[in-house]
């Protein structure tokens, strides 16, 4: 049986731009991406620790380096520019495969900058 569990997360990164005018989605910077473990289209959750907002979207691939967070179509409703949030992934694994596996965490300061926690 396959379980869902944490794959990865972004801890508490603050967005940089709410676009409405957007299809929708949200941006991160592919260097973040990357030591997520995260990939563009995937879906991820977004919680808003600044409002409690939660909601579901996919990713759009930002460019490396440029630490932007950018909550994009209706979802820009959920979160504005400056909130703190967490995004997070999930995955299906078996049992075993769940006993041996460590979910990526990555811990950004105010900036989105990664720092070790």
Known sequence: MLQEFLYSKIHRATVTDANMDYVGSITIDKELLLLAKMKAGQKVDVL?????????????????????????????????????????AYAYFTPEEEAKFEPAIVFVDSNNNPVDN
């Not at 994009?72 to 949030?85: E, V």
């Open 48 to 88: 808003n620790i600044t409002n409690g907002e939660r909601f579901q979207t996919y990713i759009i691939e930002g460019e490396k380096g440029s630490r932007e967070i950018c909550i994009n179509g209706a979802a820009a409703h959920k979160a504005k520019k400056g909130h703190m949030i967490i995004v997070v």
